[in-house]
């Protein structure tokens, strides 16, 4: 079990660049593989990134390639999401997720509560 809260939502302007922190929980952090979601209103939620628990490697969906950085902190039990170059389509509630021993592709088993992100001029 781990408990998972998001925190660095804000609003922000065009082209500005965020970071997003995860603080997590529990035990065993380090074999956690780690995600980043995001959700606007009506819609599910859409994969952005994923860090694997073993070897740091990384992997991003379409919205995020090129823009978006995952990273980790296993000292800290803290997941960090760096954005940059940000658009008005960026603006979701973001989520962090957890699942132990997983693939970058799976579906995670828990989540945080999320953190709101709103880009406007």
């Known amino acids: 079990q781990v408990h998972l809260v998001e925190s660095g939502g804000g609003l922000v302007q065009p082209g500005d660049s965020l970071k997003l922190s995860c603080a997590a929980s529990g035990h065993m952090f380090d074999l956690y593989t780690l995600y980043w979601f995001r959700r606007t209103p009506g819609n599910e939620r859409e994969f952005l990134a994923a860090?694997?628990?073993?070897?740091?490697?990384?992997y991003y969906g379409d919205s995020a390639k090129g823009r978006f950085a995952i990273s980790r902190d296993n000292a800290k039990n803290t997941v960090y999401l760096q954005m940059a170059s940000l658009k008005a389509e960026d603006t979701a509630i973001y989520y962090c997720a957890a699942k132990q021993w997983a693939p970058m592709t799976a579906t995670p088993d828990y989540w945080g509560q999320g953190t709101q992100v709103t880009i406007s001029s």
């Open positions: 860090i694997h628990w073993s070897a740091d490697s990384t």
